[in-house]
């Protein structure tokens, strides 16, 4: 258990101590050509603070950030717990409406925006915001908005934190809305030193020779960590990037800024490794000494495809919005590819039955966990937060079974398994048995009624560049899944997409495909897709 004391406020832990420990001039975060040491971050963190305070933002009040990964994020969100306040992280690629929802939901006054994402929030009208009242831009604002760099230069680089408690709120993040608007998981202040604490010093082994290069953003719970305050919590260095993560940009920054921890999700490691210089060399990634995987479930055959041509392990894990960070990991040099890992030391797991009771070993059941990062509560959503949320557990929603040897296999979301003949079907087995096909880059598996309006396996696939979708490659492909699984596993259909839809976090969503599918089992055609039906 990790004690801290009662009255903490988390900013110093992750801004301040650096520099009382002799790290100031160490660099704590790379952006393109800037570099910003722990001396700097402190005076930066402490000036949004400052201001923040001269805006009258008040203790608990929240602070909404609208921000993209540049070093002014993690300004803004520490400055702004610093004081007391509750920092709010927001997804940069959502529409207008739910920022519509977010501003309003979370009651904040003021805004911290980039200047390439201040229209969306124009698109509002004014009166439709209810608390909204200053909008603080980085960058190229507009007649109604206040300059970040005015604001901060008439700060004080001194501040004093707020005696907040450990138990505080801290910052709200909020969860993915594939059905409705977005719940805001209430994290305190002591759920960051937790995660930081049991996943990356006691599964990665990060200490301040590490740098630590996150593709997902950090406004996303996973990406929060892995480029946010990991590496800070060790005195290492977060390397940032603000350009759209396209395999090409990805292998770039890998081999120009020379990262020792790699973060990413299983459809942008599909991408890597179907992507090749033109010249036909390999890319640099010996500074990589572990690859991080999280969103979804990483197919086997990726792990061993990327291992074979790199030399690098993919370490699966499983965490969520609501867990901050990582609760099930796989160990370096003890990776059992196709699984979700053990649990993570200080975290505790277990199966269960729709009536609360543990599974026997091996059986398919409902995955809860239980520790001290899981969030308080959702803000506002008292009916939700009783369903999810049971005394110390954690309902994760997830489908899972456990190996005698303590490794915890995903078998998909409570709503994506189904019944085929009578027996379970997992679709994410059906999906792994599919990818290790050399024609096939990603897959997803749904259910799709047939004509008796009996429940069959369909698959929508992306093919690798050198294969073309035909309906001899479906055929192919639905043999190679009966070689390899019981017979009843078989995609009775096969439907060729351009993509597969996915959240902003690299999740698929599986109810997109599941709507484009009519009653007689044929699929709706749907956009750019190639579909080729195999009945």
Not at 71 to 88: Q, T
Not at 364 to 373: A, F, Q, R
Not at 417 to 438: D, M, Q, Y
Not at 487 to 499: Q, S, T
Request: glycine residues 8%; charged residues 25%; proline residues 5%.
């Amino acid at each position: 258990m990790i004690i801290l004391p009662e009255t903490f406020n988390v900013a110093t832990y992750f801004v301040d101590r650096n520099v009382l420990q002799g790290r100031g001039q160490r660099i704590a975060i790379e952006c393109g050509d800037r570099q910003v040491t722990y001396q700097q971050l402190l005076q930066e963190t402490n000036q949004v603070g400052n201001a923040l305070l001269n805006l009258d933002v008040r203790p608990e009040e929240r602070v909404l950030l609208l921000l993209e990964d540049i070093p002014e994020f993690l300004y803004c969100f520490f400055g702004a717990i610093k004081i007391g306040a509750v920092a709010v992280p927001t997804n940069t690629l959502l529409n207008v409406g739910d920022y519509e929802y977010l501003l309003n939901d979370t009651r904040a006054r003021v805004a911290l925006v980039s200047d390439t994402l201040l229209p969306q929030l124009r698109l509002i009208p004014g009166e439709r915001l209810r608390y909204l009242q200053k909008i603080v831009v980085i960058g190229q604002g507009d007649e109604g908005s206040i300059d970040f760099s005015t604001l901060i230069a008439h700060s004080s680089p001194e501040l004093d934190p707020a005696p907040t408690s450990k138990d505080d709120a801290a910052f709200w993040l909020y969860s993915s809305g594939s059905t409705g608007f977005p719940k805001g998981c209430v994290h305190l202040h002591h759920d960051m030193v937790v995660c930081s604490e049991l996943y990356a010093k006691g599964v990665l082994g990060m200490d301040e020779r590490d740098r630590c290069y996150s593709v997902a953003r950090l406004f996303f719970a996973y990406g929060l960590g892995n480029a946010g305050y990991f590496p800070l919590a060790f005195g290492a260095t977060s390397i940032l990037s603000t350009v759209r993560p396209t395999p090409e940009g990805i292998y770039a920054n890998i081999e120009r800024y020379r990262p020792t921890l790699f973060f990413s999700v299983p459809t942008n490691y599909a991408a890597l490794l179907a992507h090749h210089r033109a010249d036909g060399t390999e890319f640099d990634l010996s500074s990589v000494r572990l690859a991080i995987s999280a969103g979804e479930a990483l197919p086997a055959t990726l792990f061993e495809r990327f291992k074979q041509r790199f030399g690098v392990e993919i370490l699966d894990g499983v965490g969520s919005t609501e867990s901050l960070q990582m609760v099930l990991s796989n160990r370096q040099g003890a990776v059992r590819p196709g699984s979700s890992g053990e649990i993570v030391p200080g975290y505790e797991a277990k199966i269960v039955d729709e009536d609360g009771k543990p599974v026997a070993q091996g059986e398919i059941g409902n995955l809860l966990v239980k520790g001290d990062s899981i969030c308080a509560t959702y803000w506002n959503q008292h009916e939700k937060t009783k369903d999810t949320i049971e005394g110390h557990w954690y309902r994760t929603g997830d489908k899972y079974y456990q190996d005698p040897d303590g490794y915890f296999w995903h078998a998909g979301r409570s709503d994506d398994l189904f019944k085929v003949n009578g027996r379970w079907l997992s679709p994410t087995e059906v999906e792994s048995a599919l990818i290790a096909h050399p024609a096939v880059r990603e897959a997803a598996v749904v259910a799709r009624e047939d004509a008796d309006r009996l429940l069959k396996p369909a698959a929508y696939v992306v093919v690798n560049p050198d294969f073309h979708p035909t309906d001899k490659l479906a055929g192919d492909l639905r043999d190679w899944v009966a070689q390899r699984l019981a017979g009843y596993k078989r995609p009775r259909w096969i439907n060729f997409v351009a993509e597969l839809p996915k959240t902003a976090t690299g999740k698929l969503q599986r109810f997109k495909l599941r709507a484009l599918q009519t009653q007689n089992g044929e699929p709706v055609q749907q956009g750019d897709a190639d579909k080729v039906s195999a009945p």
